[in-house]
């Protein structure tokens, strides 16, 4: 859309619309629609001076540096243990993995 009407108001709206539609028909949740309206907003509202195709080019490189980046961080950093680690070892109340026949 933003190829053929530039980055106007319009346009974008227009965007979000059928975005929204589609998502309905496909009977998307609302986090896939938030998330399409989001990489809408990337991609129509900021400007690229640089062709489409070198435009394209130059989003794969950054988007896999930054997943690159993130594994390596991932891989580096330790995980500590939070004070939340304690709800993972109880459920409703029973200790996880206990013999208790909770049904009825």
Do not use: D, Q
């Not at 108001?9 to 979000?16: E, I, Q, R, T, Y």
């Not at 435009?55 to 490189?61: K, L, Q, W």
């Amino acid at each position: 859309m933003a190829t053929y009407f530039g980055s106007s108001a319009l346009a974008f709206g227009v965007s979000a619309f059928l975005i929204g539609f589609l998502c309905w028909l496909a009977r998307l949740e609302k986090g896939a629609y938030r998330y399409a309206c989001v990489t809408l907003a990337i991609v129509m509202l900021v400007p690229r001076l640089a062709t489409p195709w070198a435009g394209a080019v130059h989003r794969f490189f950054e988007v896999s540096l930054g997943i690159a980046i993130a594994l390596v961080v991932t891989a580096v950093w330790p995980e500590r243990e939070s004070s939340g680690g304690k709800f993972l070892r109880f459920t409703l109340g029973h200790e996880k993995g206990s013999s208790e026949n909770l049904g009825g």
